[in-house]
């Protein structure tokens, strides 16, 4: 890339607000959470994090945004934030149904297996993914397929290869409940596209895994919200003893149950 990670983040949200200026609606938002999860796995290690981002839509379809949250040094190696960038094109089909295209990308700067204690070999978490979503009123079904290796799996943490073209396929629902309050479920499944070489302690080479989730949020002031949310990670055997790479006798269980409490603003 021309760019190292710092100067592509800041020139693609400065294209971002600059497009935003000309035309179309930019909103932003901001929020402190108990624990920052992604696809059913915890990001900081079970702790909180505080995150925020900007969203830009066009009336004829197009869409951008940038996005970011601190994270756990555990996971990530010398890292201490996640930057996500992404844009989408989309339509309607009918009154009912939608379709929406687009990449979303993520971004970890300094993060490394390099920093890992002991050293692994020198590898990074970035990752771009490829999205399509089907809409049908309050239901949407998206497939994501990734287009570099999965969040850094590959040789370098022992796999068999490299992880390039391992997909998420999940179900959201967004159920209005009454005037200040919404119910968000979640269904997904992360299919990698490689294995393990040696086995964990318990037995388990494949990282593959579903998630589950329940989100239950109250507008309780025009730009405020709260919300709880239940989630559930399988494959236990894979996740309940991760260990962290700075310390091999921290060690966590990454999915599993637990619960997630946020407060959010939007401007």
């Not at 190696?77 to 094109?89: F, K, L, M, Q, R």
């Not at 687009?102 to 978490?125: M, T, W």
């Not at 009123?137 to 040789?155: E, H, P, Q, S, V």
């Not at 629902?173 to 200040?180: C, E, G, H, I, Q």
Request: aromatic share 14%; hydrophobic share 40%.
């Amino acid at each position: 890339m021309k760019y190292g990670f710092p100067r592509f983040a800041a020139a693609a949200a400065f294209m971002a607000c600059a497009t935003a200026a000309l035309a179309g609606d930019l909103t932003g938002n901001a929020a402190v959470v108990s624990d920052y999860e992604v696809r059913g796995l915890t990001q900081t290690w079970g702790r909180p994090a505080v995150q925020g981002g900007l969203d830009y839509t066009a009336a004829n379809g197009l869409a951008a945004g940038v996005w970011g949250s601190n994270i756990g040094k555990n996971s990530f190696p010398g890292g201490g934030a996640e930057i996500d960038v992404y844009g989408s094109y989309g339509q309607p089909i009918n009154s009912d149904w939608s379709w929406r295209a687009g990449l979303h990308s993520y971004f970890y700067p300094g993060a490394n297996l390099d920093r890992s204690n002991p050293p692994l070999g020198s590898r990074r978490f970035n990752t771009l993914e490829a999205n399509l979503a089907l809409s049908w009123k309050w239901l949407t079904l998206t497939y994501n397929r990734a287009l570099t290796d999965y969040f850094g799996a590959d040789t370098e943490q022992g796999y068999r290869g490299g992880s390039r073209g391992t997909s998420y396929l999940q179900v959201d629902a967004d159920l209005p409940l009454a005037d200040k309050w919404d119910l968000a479920l979640h269904a997904g499944h992360t299919f990698y596209t490689t294995t393990l070489v040696v086995p964990l302690a318990g037995g388990a080479t494949d990282p593959s895994y579903s998630d589950f989730g329940a989100t239950l949020k109250w507008q309780f002031r025009p730009h405020w919200s709260a919300s709880v949310s239940a989630i559930y990670a399988t494959n236990a055997a894979f996740y309940r003893h991760t260990v962290s790479f700075l310390d091999g006798n921290d060690v966590h269980a990454l999915g599993g149950a637990r619960a997630i409490v946020m407060v959010q603003a939007t401007f």
